[in-house]
T-cell receptor, first 115, second 112 residues
C-alpha cells in the first residue's frame, strides 16, 4: 500500500544506547518530517527535510540527528538515548515544504522506551 | 509565531449525541487549518482542511469545521457520533511555506 512506512514499530533501549529509526515514503513527496508525541503535548517537530539534500531543526532537535538518504528515505538517529526520549515517534511526508496542497501523510509510529 | 490551543483535553459523549471539539489559534499572518484524527495505536489521518474560500468545511466521516477569523477559531463538529469515532483529534495550523504546528489533542470518548 502506498504511504509512509516506519521501522521498527516498538523498541526498548537502555540509557546511553544508540539507534536509528527508519522512514520511507513511496508517494514521490519532496518533504519529510519527524515528530514526537507525548501525552498532553500533541506532536512536536524534531527535524524536517524540505527537499532531498536539505535538513533543518524543528522545535525539539536536541539529542537527535537526521539523514535524508534519498528522496524516499529520512532516518532519525538517537546517539545516546535518555529516558526523556521515551515517546512515540512519527514520520510524515508532504508534496512540498508548505502544506497548501493538503497536509501531511503520517506513518504508523515507533513506540520507543528508554530505561 | 503561530500556536494552537485545543480547549478540552477530554470530551466524553454518548452515542448519537452531537459533539464539538474546540480549537483556537494565534497567528499574525494568513493561516491554513487542519483537523487530524488518530485511532488507537495508529498514525494520524487528515479529517478536513481549510485553505481558503467557504468558512464551513466538510470532511470525512460526517465531520465539519467552521473557520471563524474574528474569533481565531476552527471548531470541529459532528451532529451524531458513533462508537467508532472514539479517537484522539488534533487541530493544526500552518502558514504558506511553513510547517504544521499541532495542538495538544482532544480525546473523544463515545459511550453506548
Amino acid at each position: 500500500n502506498a504511504g509512509v512506512t516506519q521501522t521498527p514499530k516498538f523498541q526498548v533501549l537502555k540509557t546511553g544506547q544508540s539507534m536509528t529509526l527508519q522512514c520511507a515514503q513511496d508517494m514521490n513527496h519532496n518533504s519529510m518530517y519527524w515528530y514526537r508525541q507525548d501525552p498532553g503535548m500533541g506532536l512536536r517537530l524534531i527535524y524536517y527535510s524540505a527537499s532531498e539534500g536539505t535538513t533543518d531543526k524543528g522545535e525539539v532537535p536536541n539529542g537527535y540527528n537526521v539523514s535524508r538518504l534519498n528522496k524516499r528515505e529520512f532516518s532519525l538517529r538517537l546517539e545516546s538515548a535518555a529516558p526523556s526520549q521515551t515517546s512515540v515517534y512519527f514520520c510524515a511526508s508532504s508534496r512540498y515544504a508548505g502544506t497548501i496542497d493538503g497536509g501531511y501523510t503520517f506513518g504508523s509510529g515507533t513506540r520507543l522506551t528508554v530505561v | 509565531a503561530q500556536s494552537v490551543t485545543q480547549l478540552d483535553s477530554q470530551v466524553p459523549v454518548f452515542e448519537e449525541a452531537p459533539v464539538e471539539l474546540r480549537c483556537n489559534y494565534s497567528s499574525s499572518v494568513s493561516v491554513y487549518l487542519f483537523w487530524y484524527v488518530q485511532y488507537p495505536n495508529q498514525g494520524l489521518q487528515l479529517l478536513l482542511k481549510y485553505l481558503s474560500g467557504s468558512t464551513l468545511v466538510k470532511g470525512i466521516n460526517g465531520f465539519e469545521a467552521e473557520f471563524n477569523k474574528s474569533q481565531t477559531s476552527f471548531h470541529l463538529r459532528k451532529p451524531s457520533v458513533h462508537i467508532s469515532d472514539t479517537a484522539e483529534y488534533f487541530c493544526a495550523v500552518s502558514s504558506q511555506g511553513g510547517k504544521l504546528i499541532f495542538g495538544q489533542g482532544t480525546e473523544l470518548s463515545v459511550k453506548p
